[in-house]
């Protein structure tokens, strides 16, 4: 009730939901209410948690917050969220988000603009920006958004919550709708580390039903973060920090942040990521190639919207260009570039080879250090309408972020400071494959 009635005051102000389930919710709290007096002990029993709404909810709208999907409600539950109702959590509702996770400011949605809760002159960074937003804002306990290339964490980061981009295959992708089927992973949005380590433990896991989740153990992450942080050993990236247009406020809270750590036993040292300079140029053929593969089958015949028109060709045509937004339609045809007869291997063929460099950098790095440590993004957050007609600077916002993403390990975002004009500032650690909770007690003891 207190959730809601937060929502009631805020949201006209933020815009983080793109749908509340009213109803459901407070039905649902009050059997959770019932089953806690009964001595039931699910670990989010009662919980209020938002989803993005890029995550299937059964009969509950599901847009992507796109013109195409306007109109979809799932049949069926992703298994993130079936977990999370195991688990007894209350979903409070969708939230905004770059549409078909496409976008670092929560700007593409083809319905709201969501506000930073900070500065509502400016972007709450995307695509997960409305799961921020809602956490920050205090209307959701905890929230989960979609990490394609920092969709977790640069948000988190703006809006100054933990966000955690898990391993890829640590969570499965069953029900989430696909964006870069080899880069997307759902996590967590909380304002602890220790919240962030509750909600990953009620969704991580295989899952037989994603094929590339993967089989092996998820550990205890709650106690795992409370064990020393002493002697544990963590890599400032150089070329990170050579990397352009990093704001002189962001580097030093993170150069703080370092500092702070360092006082609690951590070893710093310095490791080098000699492939990241080519990580956004990477990215952005393969999320495109992957997303122009994907979003071929909104067609207007199986899912969403359908502009009737004569020809099956014209209803294809017409349903497409007024259904996907610009941002959408312009990723499409850079994908259907990059991959097209001719250009493949120029394209495609070469990205894939840098991407196996830089996993390579990773595993050097790791082969020295518990985690890397760096800031999520070179500024705080912009303001709304500043980059909107500027594609190439948005997507050069993400460059600490899409590494990641690329090799496939985990990185969580914690809040470690502001700028001078009282914007939030995060601090990235990213870690191995399914070393979570290494990531995850480096942050827990810092924050
Ligand atoms: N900003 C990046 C993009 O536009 C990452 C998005 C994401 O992680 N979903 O693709």
């Known amino acids: 009730k207190a959730v809601l009635d937060r929502i009631e005051a805020v949201e006209p102000r933020v815009d983080a939901y793109l749908t509340v389930s009213k109803e459901e919710a407070m039905e649902a709290a009050q059997k959770a209410d019932k089953a806690l007096a009964q001595g039931e002990t699910a670990p989010l029993c009662g919980i209020p948690i938002a989803i993005k709404d890029v995550m299937c909810t059964k009969g509950v709208l599901t847009s992507c917050a796109s013109k195409i999907l306007g109109n979809f409600v799932p049949p069926y539950d992703a298994t993130s969220i079936t977990k999370l109702k195991e688990a007894g959590a209350v979903l409070v509702g969708k939230t905004n988000m770059d549409e078909f996770a496409m976008g670092s400011s ?90 962030a380590a509750i909600l990953l433990q009620a969704v991580a896991g295989y899952d037989p039903s994603d094929s590339t989740s993967v089989n092996v153990e998820v550990p205890d992450y709650s106690a795992a973060i409370q064990e020393d942080v002493k002697g544990m050993r963590i890599g400032m990236p150089k070329e990170y920090f050579e990397m352009g247009g990093l704001t002189p406020d962001v580097k030093n809270s993170v150069d703080q942040a370092i500092k702070t750590m360092e006082s609690q036993g951590v070893e710093v040292m310095e490791v080098s990521l000699p492939h990241s300079k ?62 097209s007869a001719g250009y493949y291997d120029a394209y495609y063929g070469k990205a894939s080879q840098v991407r196996t460099l830089i996993m390579e950098d990773y595993k050097k790095a790791f082969e020295q250090c518990d985690a890397i440590v760096s800031p999520v993004a070179p500024t705080p957050a912009f303001k709304l309408g500043e980059n909107t007609d500027d594609p190439l600077t948005m997507y050069l916002s993400d460059i600490f972020t899409l590494s990641a993403n690329l090799a496939g390990v985990c990185g969580v975002s914690v809040p470690c400071g502001f700028s001078s004009e009282g914007l939030p500032i995060g601090l990235q650690l990213q870690g191995s494959h399914f070393q979570e909770e290494k990531i995850l007690r480096l942050g827990h003891h810092f924050q």
């Not at 969501?114 to 972007?123: E, I, M």
């Not at 997303?291 to 294809?316: F, H, P, T």
């Not at 045509?317 to 610009?326: I, L, M, Q, V, Y």
């Open 278 to 339: 080519y990580c956004v140029a990477v990215y952005y053929v393969i999320a495109p190639a992957e997303a122009s593969s994907n979003l071929a089958r909104y067609d207007g015949v199986k899912y969403g919207m359908r502009e009737e028109r004569d020809s099956l060709i014209d209803m294809y045509h017409a349903t497409r260009s007024s259904g996907f937004g610009p941002e959408v339609q312009r990723r499409i045809i850079i994908g259907t570039y990059a991959l």
């Open 106 to 195: 929560t700007e593409n949605s083809a319905f709201k603009t969501t506000k930073n809760p900070w500065d509502l002159t400016r972007t709450p960074g995307g695509s997960s920006g409305g799961s921020a937003a809602a956490v920050a804002a205090d209307m959701c306990l905890g929230a989960f958004g979609s990490d394609t290339g920092g969709s977790i964490r640069q948000p988190g980061s703006h809006c100054s919550v933990v966000g955690l981009k898990p391993t890829y295959g640590r969570v499965s992708r069953y029900g989430l709708v696909a964006f870069a089927s080899s880069l997307d992973q759902i996590g967590p949005f909380a304002k602890t580390v220790e919240d």
